[in-house]
């Protein structure tokens, strides 16, 4: 007897670690992986930050990962994205998401029916994709790496397919329920056909029509779905094929061995047969078409940039690809034509159509040094502009990532969904051997025929595909609906989040007002001259990016005071900044930053006051610590703000504002707005605590910010929502993004979010409403009272039919309006 192999049975493991520096690095992630898991050899490597581990068994590589981060270092991650053919319900979706996460490696694994696409995240050059398409073959599916958006899915070509089996089958199933229903509506035509044909005749016409129909356009229900029954995971397929197969078997034993039936019991039902193949066919095509409408948004972002672009080289213009741009080419665009690529005008002028980023239909007015995105409309002006971002790197190109991001998650609603349809087709088979038993038993002679027919009845209404598509195809027409208003929901559970949200925070400045404040007043203190500390205050905010500073700017530059050149300058987040020109030291902030630097401001408070009662932000300026000048700058609110606040106390909603600004300046301010509660004197990074305060009470709160300093908010609240116009910083960190910026996309982004989750709600009910209703009646429970038992002709024209209404349910969403 030989001896075991003890490399037989040792598993090797590859992880890519992140940020190693040293050899010290080396020997911490060492210990913490030994530390987390039972490894017979660990070894770390720095030049090529790579951990190699020798284990008996499997390890676990998430634990592995854990342990690695609390060393202070990350392990490499990547995404992928897999097209899964073979799906056709639920339960398929469960058995799919089941052989990805088993790969040793994958982190996550979420299917998405709508878009038979899987997206899997896996620890780096821990597992390759040709191990993620193995498992799902040896699920009895078949994935293929994507390659294109899979909201673009072509609905023809994907509907071509069944359209052409369904001709084929109702061609050869009409005569079939013709001669059967002509019998039952017609009966003089029934004794015609039996005395000039026969019995016989018509059975064997009838059995090689259906014979054709169910091993030729019926023949996919069968190659899938018996493999999928003798591995233990019946499917959609599976039910069907064992239906039809049923009535088929019954028919052509009662056709050529008659005898062999009991007395009373030899009828035949190819005619339900062929017409349950036929109906699921013409399901699944109809299906088929109505998900590729639920990805127009994907396929219309798609088609917004053109094919070429107009590019100035060596001094003539060329037609390119593309692709082929590259960052700073100039780029000629002429009137009535679309945008390649971002970029920043250099020369001429044009009006700009806008309406797919913003949802705006007036075109925005651009010059010299404006902003222009791809996808965007020329009007009819014409312009130079250079490329800044190409490629991936687009706005446009992220607007069709973030809505693909959004229709593959998975609410939290989808929960109960997966628990159900992992037993749902099992139970199904359960119930059906149940009701033919029960009928055997307890039915009266002939009691086969009503128990064949209660059985396949059962399994043909069963519809598991419904309870699939009821979720992802409300995400995919709401966000992708939201998209074209200008809402984009970066991430899909936030859809429900936002739903859910009963108090919504906003930041102030840039969000509820223009973000452009203008300098209304200020006063001097005795012994300075006005025009002199206004030059300096101005010199010193010239170097800050805070909207106040540029508002002193603009009013310098307005009346041509030349601005002295300032050394030193710092700025501190919340209080203000400071810096030297020439020999004096100047100081521009908020009264806290006066005290502060203890500068007495007696002399100026009273002036302060009154520029904070009429609703301007008053702040002070210091020359070599003696208080110089109190200024007021005041910002106006944005037209739409007070409309959006009363749209939100409309939807039960309550909105608070969140405001550096001092308590009275902040109650002016929300009394105009109609907000009734505000939090004033909020330092940047204090804004994630009155976040919290607002959570206290168990409510899910919303914070809406466009700034750098928002950033933090906006990963803490339940829900962030990033005005658009704001920066990439506050847009990466939010979860809803409005692309105008227009506080009443907030309304809007509710309204949707309401709107879908409670399609999704609708689409839920009906999906089980309708299994719970009918397959009790399909068993025959109107039977022993009313004598009704129901065929399965219609059985599998209810089927048919509950996947259509969850799709057109969804399809609703298409026509949602904006709120405000």
Same mark, same amino acid.
């Given at each position: 007897?030989?001896?075991?192999?003890?490399?037989?049975?040792?598993?090797?493991?590859? @992880?890519?670690?992140?940020? /190693? !520096? =040293?050899? %010290?690095?080396? +020997? *911490?992630? #060492? &210990? $913490?992986?030994?530390?987390?898991?039972?490894?017979?050899?660990?070894?770390?490597?720095?030049?090529?930050?790579?951990?190699?581990?020798?284990?008996?068994?499997?390890?676990?590589?998430?634990?592995?990962?854990?342990?690695?981060?609390?060393?202070?270092?990350?392990?490499?991650?990547?995404?992928?994205? @897999?097209?899964?053919?073979? /799906? !056709? =319900?639920? %339960?398929?979706? +469960? *058995?799919? #998401? &089941? $052989?990805?996460?088993?790969?040793?490696?994958?982190?996550?694994?979420?299917?998405?029916?709508?878009?038979?696409?899987?997206?899997?995240?896996?620890?780096?050059?821990?597992?390759?994709?040709?191990?993620?398409?193995?498992?799902?073959?040896?699920?009895?599916?078949?994935?293929?790496?994507?390659?294109?958006?899979?909201?673009?899915?072509?609905?023809?070509?994907?509907?071509?397919?069944?359209?052409?089996?369904?001709?084929?089958?109702?061609?050869?199933?009409?005569?079939?329920?013709?001669?059967?229903?002509?019998?039952?509506?017609?009966?003089?035509?029934?004794?015609?056909?039996?005395?000039?044909?026969?019995?016989?005749?018509?059975?064997?016409?009838?059995?090689?029509?259906?014979?054709?129909?169910?091993?030729?356009?019926?023949?996919?229900?069968?190659?899938?779905?018996?493999?999928?029954?003798?591995?233990?995971?019946?499917?959609?397929?599976?039910?069907?094929?064992?239906?039809?197969?049923?009535?088929?078997?019954?028919?052509?034993?009662?056709?050529?061995?008659?005898?062999?039936?009991?007395?009373?019991?030899?009828?035949?039902?190819?005619?339900?047969?062929?017409?349950?193949?036929?109906?699921?066919?013409?399901?699944?095509?109809?299906?088929?078409?109505?998900?590729?409408?639920?990805?127009?948004?994907?396929?219309?972002?798609?088609?917004?940039?053109?094919?070429?672009?107009?590019?100035?080289?060596?001094?003539?213009?060329?037609?390119?690809?593309?692709?082929?741009?590259?960052?700073?080419?100039?780029?000629?665009?002429?009137?009535?034509?679309?945008?390649?690529?971002?970029?920043?005008?250099?020369?001429?002028?044009?009006?700009?159509?806008?309406?797919?980023?913003?949802?705006?239909?007036?075109?925005?007015?651009?010059?010299?040094?404006?902003?222009?995105?791809?996808?965007?409309?020329?009007?009819?002006?014409?312009?130079?502009?250079?490329?800044?971002?190409?490629?991936?790197?687009?706005?446009?190109?992220?607007?069709?990532?973030?809505?693909?991001?959004?229709?593959?998650?998975?609410?939290?609603?989808?929960?109960?969904?997966?628990?159900?349809?992992?037993?749902?087709?099992?139970?199904?088979?359960?119930?059906?051997?149940?009701?033919?038993?029960?009928?055997?038993?307890?039915?009266?002679?002939?009691?086969?025929?009503?128990?064949?027919?209660?059985?396949?009845?059962?399994?043909?209404?069963?519809?598991?595909?419904?309870?699939?598509?009821?979720?992802?195809?409300?995400?995919?027409?709401?966000?992708?609906?939201?998209?074209?208003?200008?809402?984009?929901?970066?991430?899909?559970?936030?859809?429900?989040?936002?739903?859910?949200?009963?108090?919504?925070?906003?930041?102030?400045?840039?969000?509820?007002?223009?973000?452009?404040?203008?300098?209304?007043?200020?006063?001097?203190?005795?012994?300075?001259?006005?025009?002199?500390?206004?030059?300096?205050?101005?010199?010193?905010?010239?170097?800050?990016?805070?909207?106040?500073?540029?508002?002193?700017?603009?009013?310098?530059?307005?009346?041509?005071?030349?601005?002295?050149?300032?050394?030193?300058?710092?700025?501190?987040?919340?209080?203000?900044?400071?810096?030297?020109?020439?020999?004096?030291?100047?100081?521009?902030?908020?009264?806290?930053?006066?005290?502060?630097?203890?500068?007495?401001?007696?002399?100026?408070?009273?002036?302060?006051?009154?520029?904070?009662?009429?609703?301007?932000?008053?702040?002070?300026?210091?020359?070599?610590?003696?208080?110089?000048?109190?200024?007021?700058?005041?910002?106006?609110?944005?037209?739409?703000?007070?409309?959006?606040?009363?749209?939100?106390?409309?939807?039960?909603?309550?909105?608070?504002?969140?405001?550096?600004?001092?308590?009275?300046?902040?109650?002016?301010?929300?009394?105009?707005?109609?907000?009734?509660?505000?939090?004033?004197?909020?330092?940047?990074?204090?804004?994630?605590?009155?976040?919290?305060?607002?959570?206290?009470?168990?409510?899910?709160?919303?914070?809406?910010?466009?700034?750098?300093?928002?950033?933090?908010?906006?990963?803490?609240?339940?829900?962030?929502?990033?005005?658009?116009?704001?920066?990439?910083?506050?847009?990466?960190?939010?979860?809803?993004?409005?692309?105008?910026?227009?506080?009443?996309?907030?309304?809007?982004?509710?309204?949707?979010?309401?709107?879908?989750?409670?399609?999704?709600?609708?689409?839920?009910?009906?999906?089980?409403?309708?299994?719970?209703?009918?397959?009790?009646?399909?068993?025959?429970?109107?039977?022993?009272?009313?004598?009704?038992?129901?065929?399965?002709?219609?059985?599998?024209?209810?089927?048919?039919?509950?996947?259509?209404?969850?799709?057109?349910?969804?399809?609703?969403?298409?026509?949602?309006?904006?709120?405000?």
């Amino acid at each position: 007897m030989s001896k075991k192999n003890p490399a037989a049975t040792q598993h090797k493991t590859s @992880l890519v670690i992140e940020d /190693m !520096t =040293c050899a %010290s690095c080396v +020997r *911490r992630v #060492e &210990k $913490a992986i030994r530390g987390a898991i039972q490894a017979e050899e660990v070894s770390v490597n720095l030049a090529t930050n790579r951990a190699d581990i020798v284990s008996a068994d499997k390890p676990d590589l998430a634990a592995v990962a854990a342990a690695v981060k609390r060393a202070g270092y990350g392990v490499g991650q990547d995404e992928i994205d @897999l097209d899964i053919t073979g /799906m !056709t =319900c639920a %339960s398929c979706v +469960r *058995r799919v #998401e &089941k $052989a990805l996460s088993a790969v040793e490696g994958v982190k996550e694994a979420v299917v998405n029916f709508a878009t038979s696409r899987a997206h899997v995240r896996f620890f780096r050059q821990a597992v390759t994709a040709r191990q993620l398409q193995d498992a799902v073959a040896k699920a009895g599916y078949e994935a293929h790496v994507a390659t294109k958006a899979g909201g673009s899915r072509d609905a023809a070509k994907e509907g071509a397919g069944p359209g052409r089996a369904l001709l084929v089958a109702a061609a050869l199933t009409l005569p079939v329920f013709l001669l059967e229903m002509g019998s039952h509506l017609a009966p003089p035509f029934h004794h015609w056909l039996l005395a000039h044909i026969g019995e016989q005749p018509l059975r064997i016409f009838s059995f090689v029509l259906t014979t054709v129909v169910l091993f030729g356009p019926g023949r996919r229900f069968f190659k899938t779905g018996i493999p999928a029954l003798l591995r233990g995971g019946p499917d959609m397929n599976s039910l069907v094929a064992v239906g039809a197969f049923a009535a088929w078997s019954y028919s052509t034993v009662a056709t050529f061995a008659g005898r062999l039936l009991p007395e009373g019991a030899n009828h035949v039902y190819f005619e339900a047969a062929a017409v349950i193949v036929t109906l699921i066919l013409l399901g699944r095509y109809l299906e088929a078409g109505a998900r590729g409408k639920t990805g127009e948004a994907i396929r219309a972002l798609a088609g917004l940039k053109p094919a070429s672009a107009r590019v100035v080289r060596a001094g003539t213009e060329a037609d390119i690809p593309v692709e082929d741009v590259a960052i700073g080419d100039i780029v000629a665009i002429r009137p009535g034509e679309k945008l390649p690529v971002d970029g920043v005008i250099v020369d001429g002028a044009s009006h700009i159509d806008e309406a797919m980023m913003t949802g705006e239909p007036m075109p925005v007015a651009k010059s010299a040094g404006g902003q222009v995105f791809a996808g965007t409309v020329n009007g009819s002006g014409a312009f130079h502009y250079r490329a800044e971002k190409i490629g991936a790197d687009t706005f446009l190109a992220r607007i069709q990532q973030m809505v693909e991001d959004a229709q593959n998650a998975r609410l939290p609603i989808q929960a109960l969904v997966d628990r159900v349809t992992e037993w749902f087709v099992p139970g199904v088979f359960a119930i059906a051997i149940v009701t033919f038993v029960l009928w055997m038993v307890f039915a009266p002679a002939p009691a086969l025929p009503h128990a064949l027919v209660a059985a396949v009845a059962v399994l043909i209404i069963a519809c598991p595909c419904a309870m699939g598509l009821a979720t992802p195809v409300s995400i995919m027409v709401g966000t992708g609906r939201a998209a074209r208003l200008g809402v984009l929901f970066r991430r899909g559970d936030a859809l429900q989040s936002l739903r859910d949200a009963a108090i919504i925070a906003f930041d102030k400045t840039g969000t509820l007002t223009q973000g452009r404040p203008e300098l209304n007043s200020f006063t001097v203190a005795e012994g300075f001259d006005r025009r002199k500390v206004l030059a300096l205050v101005a010199a010193v905010e010239s170097r800050s990016e805070h909207p106040i500073g540029a508002a002193l700017v603009k009013e310098a530059k307005t009346r041509n005071i030349p601005l002295p050149a300032v050394r030193k300058f710092t700025a501190r987040a919340g209080y203000g900044v400071s810096g030297i020109a020439g020999k004096q030291e100047i100081a521009v902030g908020a009264d806290r930053y006066m005290q502060a630097l203890e500068v007495d401001i007696s002399a100026l408070a009273d002036m302060a006051k009154t520029y904070a009662e009429q609703g301007a932000t008053p702040f002070y300026a210091a020359l070599d610590g003696k208080a110089a000048a109190a200024f007021g700058v005041a910002d106006p609110l944005k037209p739409q703000t007070r409309a959006t606040v009363q749209a939100l106390k409309d939807m039960g909603v309550e909105a608070v504002m969140i405001t550096g600004d001092n308590k009275l300046v902040a109650q002016v301010i929300a009394r105009e707005a109609g907000i009734a509660r505000n939090e004033a004197e909020v330092l940047p990074d204090g804004k994630v605590e009155a976040v919290r305060r607002l959570q206290q009470d168990g409510k899910r709160v919303a914070f809406v910010g466009d700034g750098i300093n928002d950033a933090p908010a906006l990963s803490a609240a339940d829900t962030g929502i990033a005005i658009g116009t704001g920066t990439d910083v506050a847009i990466e960190s939010a979860d809803v993004v409005l692309m105008s910026g227009d506080p009443a996309g907030v309304v809007n982004a509710v309204g949707i979010s309401r709107a879908t989750i409670r399609n999704i709600k609708q689409n839920l009910f009906w999906a089980f409403a309708y299994n719970i209703a009918l397959i009790p009646v399909a068993a025959g429970i109107l039977y022993p009272r009313w004598g009704v038992q129901l065929s399965p002709v219609l059985s599998a024209g209810a089927m048919a039919f509950s996947s259509i209404f969850v799709l057109a349910n969804a399809l609703r969403l298409r026509r949602f309006k904006l709120v405000l």
